[in-house]
């Protein structure tokens, strides 16, 4: 039996972040021993929304190296930039095609992002969850690990592949593979360290909001030192009055790999004076091996391209056979 696959992708919006990490890219390190992994640089997501082209050229080859530092290795896992596949673009043609637009104005992350960017905000910020579709689709996988921010895109991924099947294939033959979720056991949902109620954004404005994977241990302290705490003494975890405590205890878990039971006894009579350096010393720690091997990786531009180039090359190859499958039962000559 083929090993089962999983797709999944980030986009080069800016540093990646703990969140990033400890939501998306630490799993993925977990999953690659079971699973054929293809992730790749979402860069075509990441201009629905103002960018820098120069910046987004320098942060897809970051993210690559990112992924790598934390743990994907390119010998198991196909990693490659999404924009070098046009593939990509030309199946979320077809696919806006045959979606109806009342599927994708249910989308609340298009409500919650167009917000944002008021009368500027694009077609392609619309048309998101299409490319993201195609994204999926495009590599037939059989899990798409899903946070609960994107369920509704994955909801509407399924949709669309049923949709497809529906009108150009066949009950035996369907031209599209419909992929399940992968439901991640209780995610870490990582929040703004100035705000416990809003989640890590690479696109925060406060660079002080997020702890970035390459932080050099003294921003790291400073960033810990001048997060948001409270005026309890005490720590505690889920009280829902205490979002920045419960959001920092939960960091510190994680990153000392301990129960939460211990830290929750460790940590019950001390002030927030004895916590943060604790806390900083800890993500010192946990991100020195990450942020050594990300130097080695970013000085060593041949690797990185030989890296992308053979992701490239491994995911042509699957994407291009079922552009190829789509087209033909939509009717083109190829
Ligand atoms: N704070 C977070 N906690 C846990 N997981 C998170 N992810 C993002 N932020 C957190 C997960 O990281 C993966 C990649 O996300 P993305 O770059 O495709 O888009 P995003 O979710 O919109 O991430 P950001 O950092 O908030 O970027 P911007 O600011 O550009 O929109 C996803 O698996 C996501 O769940």
Redesign the pocket.
């Known amino acids: 039996m083929a090993t089962p696959r999983v797709l ?4 080069p ?2 540093n990646i ?1 703990l ?2 990490y ?3 890219i630490r799993n993925w390190v977990d999953l690659q021993d079971k699973y054929d992994c293809f992730l790749f640089m ?1 860069d075509l997501h990441a201009i629905t929304v103002p960018y820098e082209p120069k910046q987004l050229k320098d942060n897809v080859r970051k993210v690559a190296a990112t992924y790598i530092a934390c743990g994907i290795d390119p010998q198991k896992s196909t990693i490659f930039v999404q924009s070098q596949l046009s593939a990509h673009s030309e199946l979320a043609w077809l696919f806006n095609c045959i979606t109806p637009l009342n599927w994708l104005e249910r989308m609340i992350q298009f409500k919650e992002k167009a917000v944002k960017q008021g009368e500027n905000v694009s077609v392609g910020l619309q048309g998101y969850p299409i490319l993201q579709a195609a994204d999926i689709l495009l590599y037939e996988p059989d899990l798409v690990p899903v ?1 609960e ?2 369920k509704q895109h994955l909801e509407l991924t399924r949709d669309i592949a049923a949709r497809l099947n529906f009108q150009f294939g066949n009950e035996e033959n369907p031209v599209l593979k419909v992929p399940e979720p992968m439901i991640l056991k209780a ?5 703004s360290l100035t705000d416990g109620t809003k ?5 925060d404005p406060s660079e002080l909001s997020r702890i970035d994977l390459t932080d050099p241990p003294e921003l790291l302290r400073k960033k810990v030192k001048k997060c948001k705490s409270d005026p309890h003494r005490g720590l505690e975890f889920d009280n829902p009055e205490r979002p920045e405590c419960n959001n920092l205890l939960n960091l510190y878990m994680i990153l000392s790999g301990q129960e939460k039971e211990a830290v929750a006894q460790e940590c019950a009579d001390m002030g927030w004076g004895q916590f943060k350096p604790l806390l900083a010393d800890t993500l010192v720690e946990a991100l020195a091996p990450i942020q050594a091997k990300y130097a080695e990786v970013m000085e060593d531009s041949a690797y990185l391209d030989s890296v992308l180039a053979e992701g490239r090359e491994k995911a042509n190859a699957v994407a291009g056979t079922t552009l190829a499958n789509v087209k033909t039962a939509m009717g083109f000559t190829l």
Request: glycine residues 24%.
């Open positions: 999944s992708g980030i986009q919006t800016g972040h969140g990033n400890l939501g998306a979402a946070g921010d994107q995610g870490a949902r990582v929040m989640k890590m954004s690479k696109s």
